[in-house]
Nanobody, 123 residues
Framework: QVQLVESGGGLVQAGGSLRLSCAAS????????MGWFRQAPGKEREFVGA????????YYADSVKGRFTISRDSAKKMVYLQMNSLKPEDTAVYYC????????????????WGQGTQVTVSS
C-alpha cells in the first residue's frame, strides 16, 4: 500500500524559507513522478512542481519558478520541496503526490496523495 507522508510545514515570515519533506513507501517508484501541489482556503488545488524519480528532471509552475526547488533522495525514498523567498500568497496546505511518469511532467496523472502539511507565510 502506497503511503506518502509530508512534513516540515509551519509558520514563516515573508522572505523566509522552509523545506517540506515527503516520505514515500509501499512500492518502487522508479517509473513514477512525484509532484507537489498546494491548496489555499477557498481556492482550487494548484500544481507547484514535479520531479521524475528516475533522472531527476523537474518542472515548475510559473508562480514558484526560481524560488522553489524539488529534489529527491532515491535511497531514502524522500522527496523535498525547498521554498525560498516565501510570500504571503504561498500560504496553503501543501500535498505530495505520486503518479506514473509521462512524456511531459506537466501531464502526469497522480494516483497517490499525502495528507498535506500547512504552510503559513506572514507579512
Amino acid at each position: 500500500q502506497v503511503q506518502l507522508v509530508e512534513s516540515g510545514g509551519g509558520l514563516v515570515q515573508a522572505g523566509g524559507s522552509l523545506r517540506l519533506s515527503c516520505a514515500a513507501s509501499g512500492r518502487t517508484f522508479r517509473s513514477y513522478a512525484m509532484g507537489w501541489f498546494r491548496q489555499a482556503p477557498g481556492k482550487e488545488r494548484e500544481f507547484v512542481g514535479a520531479i521524475r524519480w528516475t533522472g531527476g528532471s523537474t518542472y515548475y509552475a510559473d508562480s514558484v519558478k526560481g524560488r522553489f526547488t524539488i529534489s529527491r533522495d532515491s535511497a531514502k525514498k524522500m522527496v523535498y520541496l525547498q521554498m525560498n523567498s516565501l510570500k504571503p500568497e504561498d500560504t496553503a496546505v501543501y500535498y505530495c503526490a505520486a503518479g506514473r511518469d509521462s512524456y511531459y511532467l506537466r501531464t502526469v496523472e497522480y494516483d497517490y496523495w499525502g495528507q498535506g502539511t500547512q504552510v503559513t507565510v506572514s507579512s
